[in-house]
Nanobody, 123 residues
Framework: QVQLVESGGGLVQAGGSLRLSCAASGRTFSSYAMGWFRQAPGKEREFVAAFAWSGGDTDYADSVKGRFTISRDSAKRTVYLQMNSLEPEDTAVYYC????????????????WGQGTQVTVSS
């Protein structure tokens, strides 16, 4: 079993930055991929970014590429999402998730989810 707890959300003006954290506990993660998803009101949950805990390969949605960076601190078992140049369109609840699989962009591939953290970007 894996537990994921997100933090770091908040209200920020357009052009600003936030760093989200996802603290993981439970089973070891060497065989997992970790992903960030987001869900805006009235919209489906969409892929944001992901990386392999071992190997370090990363993937980003086109909408955030060049603005967001996913990273980790293995000693703290924490995954981060650094979000720069935020836009009002980035407003959503952001979720951290873990998967055994390789289809990182599909939310159906993920086995464990955090409770989410709200990010609001004002114009």
């Amino acid at each position: 079993q894996v537990q994921l707890v997100e933090s770091g959300g908040g209200l920020v003006q357009a052009g600003g930055s936030l760093r989200l954290s996802c603290a993981a506990s439970g089973r070891t993660f060497s065989s997992y991929a970790m992903g960030w998803f987001r869900q805006a009101p009235g919209k489906e949950r969409e892929f944001v970014a992901a990386f392999a805990w071992s190997g370090g390969d990363t993937d980003y949605a086109d909408s955030v590429k060049g603005r967001f960076t996913i990273s980790r601190d293995s000693a703290k078992r924490t995954v981060y999402l650094q979000m720069n140049s935020l836009e009002p369109e980035d407003t959503a609840v952001y979720y951290c998730a873990a998967t055994y699989g390789s289809t990182w962009r599909s939310r159906n591939s993920y086995h464990y989810w955090g409770q989410g953290t709200q990010v609001t970007v004002s114009s």
